[in-house]
């Protein structure tokens, strides 16, 4: 019984949250020709001059793959509980879909391990974009034979480390693999396909996603929980008035022209077992042929929902239905992205993906790109990137707070790594990387999150709601 006078306490975070970081085998590993690993389709877009800023690539990058133990001391020093990473299918088998590589497979086996050791839980992701250069020469996602070329890969990596690892993402970020890398051509493969080419790449990710999903829920030696990472960003009302919210929530998930960008293009067939009907109207002759059976292998149970967001479009309801942009303030906060800070976008996007899918959200990816160094003092000072982080978690306490399930928190990224066509320009890591000489520096933002943790965000300011939207 509490009376008057005892503290309020207010919950934060769920006992159980997960409190990572995240990374990608491409951007950090290097190692690109060590241990048997064959080639991706990344290796050969960096190859290409003008593709990537300055000609840089992954093939050295952080040296994870050299260093990884190092890696994981400083996950362990700065007080993580779980990280996500990627397993490079190329690694484990070279050319996609032949031998197995037991060098590939070992190196993932021992970094698990080593995470265990240091108290920290694996969650793995089986593709962030580094997709086996030979089977690029098979067709690649065109082929109709990709969805059993993936399922096999999972299948083998499922095999390995199911015993210990339990948490799972399939696909991260199937927009900007398929949108970047098959229908703008700014990623790898650098491919520039027709709507009705695209919508055939999509639609065999989705079927590779079912098909993993199913032999995730088989094979595992140990009861998985299974996410599907999404890039989002969310609209957020101009302002809490039950109309606007209205169009933010609507405006989130619908499409105004065919497109892969659409969140919902991919998560109504794994959740609900069926394209959306506005996107099947606008890809009009162009939508994949697919059949029952197809909706029903994509449609298989998922656990939860992992979303990319680091910033999002406020929106108001305009005339006759329509929603309207409304422009954030010129000069505002941005990062060296230039993304704009909306910190709201990780209240409202948790809150609509619930609504709509029901299923309890993790924050695969949320963070800033900075212009860090190292300073005199021999310290790395980023007091922005603290702010940003600060103010976004604000908003993810309030989505906890309101009763939406968020499971867990994954800052991108531990590292500074290779930022994709970017190369090395844009610095997110907690911890600063030279790429010389690969030495890490732990950033003032790493030891702020540390405590962060430690606190289970009890730390973090309480603003009312609509301050923490006016502070920025
Ligand atoms: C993505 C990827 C990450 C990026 C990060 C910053 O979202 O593009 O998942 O690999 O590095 O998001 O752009």
Redesign the pocket.
């Known amino acids: 019984m509490s009376s008057i006078s005892d503290p309020i306490v207010i919950p934060g975070f769920p006992d159980n949250f997960k409190w990572g970081a995240a990374t990608?085998a491409y951007?950090i590993e290097g190692g690109a020709s060590s241990g048997g690993r064959g080639p991706s389709v990344w290796d050969m877009l960096c190859r290409q001059p003008g593709r990537v800023f300055e000609g840089h690539s992954g093939e050295i990058t952080c040296d994870h793959f050299g260093r990884w133990k190092e890696d994981v001391a400083l996950m362990k020093e700065i007080g993580l509980n779980s990280y996500r990473f990627s397993v490079a299918w190329p690694r484990v088998i070279p050319d996609g879909d032949g031998a197995v590589n037991p060098g590939g497979l070992s190196f993932y086996d021992k970094l698990v391990d080593g995470l265990l050791e240091a108290g920290i839980e694996p969650c793995v992701t089986l593709f962030?974009?580094d997709f086996p250069y030979a089977l690029y020469l098979r067709g690649g996602w065109l082929n109709p034979g990709s969805p059993a070329w993936f399922a096999r890969y999972a299948r083998t990596v499922v095999d390995a480390l199911s015993d210990r690892v339990t948490s799972w993402m399939i696909f991260?970020?199937p927009q900007?693999f398929v949108g970047n890398g098959h229908q703008d051509g700014s990623h790898a493969p650098g491919d520039k396909l027709g709507w009705r080419e695209v919508g055939v790449v999509a639609h065999n990710v989705l079927l590779a996603h079912g098909r993993a999903c199913t032999v995730i829920r088989e094979h595992a030696k140990r009861r998985p929980t299974v996410g599907f990472v999404m890039?989002s960003w969310p609209r957020v009302p101009a302002d809490e008035s039950p109309a606007n919210v209205e169009a933010a929530r609507k405006e989130t998930f619908i499409m105004h022209a065919p497109s892969v960008w659409s969140s919902a293009w991919w998560l109504d067939p794994v959740v609900f077992g069926r394209y959306p009907e506005d996107g099947l109207r606008l890809y009009g002759a162009d939508a994949p042929a697919f059949t029952d059976a197809d909706m029903r292998e994509i449609n298989v149970p998922l656990d939860f929902i992992g979303l990319?967001i680091?910033s999002g479009g406020p929106v108001r309801a305009g005339e006759g239905g329509k929603t309207v942009a409304v422009p954030l303030p010129v000069g505002g906060p941005s990062t060296l992205?230039h993304w704009k800070l909306v910190p709201e976008s990780l209240y409202w996007g948790p809150k609509f993906f619930h609504e709509r899918y029901k299923l309890p959200i993790w924050i695969a990816?949320n963070g800033m790109?900075g212009h860090d160094w190292v300073s005199i003092d021999g310290r790395v000072h980023d007091p922005q990137r603290i702010d940003y982080l600060t103010r976004y978690l604000v908003e993810l306490r309030r989505a906890s707070r309101d009763g939406v399930p968020v499971g867990g928190y994954f800052v991108?990224?531990l590292l500074d790594?290779f930022?994709?066509a970017e190369g090395f320009k844009?610095r997110?890591g907690i911890v600063h990387v030279d790429y010389a000489t690969g030495r890490r520096t732990l950033k003032d933002s790493a030891s702020w999150y540390g405590r962060t943790i430690r606190a289970n965000g009890t730390n973090l300011p309480e603003l009312p709601p609509a301050e923490s939207a006016k502070a920025v």
Do not use: V
């Open positions: 990608a951007q962030h974009w991260n970020e900007c890039a990319n680091y992205f990816e790109s991108w990224s790594n930022e994709w844009q997110f």
